[in-house]
């Protein structure tokens, strides 16, 4: 008997144990290579970070659209609180548009992968390692742009999404398609 109730206080601490770690979900994403950008064919600027995979990056100012174009850093905290809404953004919008990130200002590019993979970007990334892009984008994050077919700018968000209803509203309003 003794052995039994010995187990029995055993067990149920194991099970206390257990119940006490963290129940939130893991959001995962991943290091998406830029290979399948939409480009324009003679833009006026040429700004080519590099991806955030190590692949070969992609000229900024021929990004073709409907394009929405976020630039983050990891560091930066309206960035992470605005990530969520694009991730289910990204999750239900329209496949004509691209939605391609731009990480800049990090100390190092695998804080960016991480922040990728813990923030649930399932989309395309350049890494702008030496601050080129501060002279087409300016500079704070985050911004977001708006790019049309012809890779012309409509609209420049300064300032973070604080949901994914104010995204999509604006996705529609640029672009007259759902995000």
Not at 54 to 66: E, H, Y
Not at 83 to 90: A, L, T, V, Y
Not at 102 to 117: I, L, S
Not at 124 to 146: A, E, H, I, Q
Request: hydrophobic share 40%.
């Amino acid at each position: 008997m003794r052995l039994l109730g010995k187990s029995a206080v055993v067990f149920a601490a194991l099970l206390i144990l257990a119940s006490c770690g963290n129940s939130a979900p893991i959001i995962t994403g991943d290091v998406v290579g830029c290979n399948h950008i939409a480009l324009i064919d003679h833009p006026a600027q040429v700004i080519t970070p590099d991806c955030l995979d190590n692949s070969k990056g992609v000229n900024i100012a021929a990004i073709k659209g409907p394009a929405i174009i976020n630039v983050w850093g990891s560091w930066c905290t309206p960035c992470k609180k605005e990530m969520p809404f694009f991730s289910e953004f990204f999750a239900t919008m329209d496949p004509q548009i691209q939605l391609i990130g731009v990480d800049v200002e990090e100390k190092r590019p695998e804080d960016g992968r991480m922040f990728a993979r813990t923030h649930g970007i399932l989309w395309p990334n350049l890494y702008d390692s030496d601050g080129s892009t501060r002279k087409y984008f300016g500079m704070g994050v985050p911004v977001t742009w708006f790019i049309d077919g012809d890779g012309k700018v409509l609209y420049k968000k300064i300032g973070p999404f604080n949901s994914v209803e104010e995204l999509r509203t604006m996705t529609f309003k640029y672009f007259g398609l759902r995000g």
